[in-house]
């Protein structure tokens, strides 16, 4: 059974910052590629960031391009999502994502003043 569990999502002002988590199990993590991804109200889901097994790699979307900073720590089976400088449009619930159909239950970023 695949689990993968996102958290540290919340309310924040434009120009503020959160670090989301997510937390996977039922694979071997150290392995994998994994991603975020994003999916704001009426709007498809889209990639936010990418991370490869070691770390050593990552890409990011242009609307997250030097705001965002995506990074794991496989001794602990996590993936992070370091989200700075927010703006409104960043507001969508924010997914961890395996490969095809794994992905977790998401967790809501929403920034507004």
């Known amino acids: 059974q695949v689990q993968l569990v996102e958290s540290g999502g919340g309310l924040v002002q434009p120009g503020g910052s959160l670090r989301l988590s997510c937390a996977a199990s039922?694979?071997?993590?150290?392995?994998?590629?994994m991603s975020w991804y994003r999916q704001a109200p009426g709007e498809e889901r889209e990639l936010v960031a990418g991370?490869?097994?070691?770390?050593?790699?990552?890409t990011y979307a242009d609307s997250a391009k030097g705001r965002f900073i995506v990074s794991r720590d496989n001794a602990k089976n996590m993936m992070y999502l370091q989200m700075n400088s927010l703006k409104p449009e960043d507001t969508a619930v924010y997914y961890c994502?395996?490969?095809?159909?794994?992905w977790g239950q998401g967790t809501q970023v929403t920034v507004s003043s």
């Open positions: 994502r395996w490969r095809g159909n794994s």
């Open positions: 039922g694979f071997t993590f150290s392995v994998a590629y």
């Open positions: 991370i490869s097994s070691g770390g050593g790699a990552t």
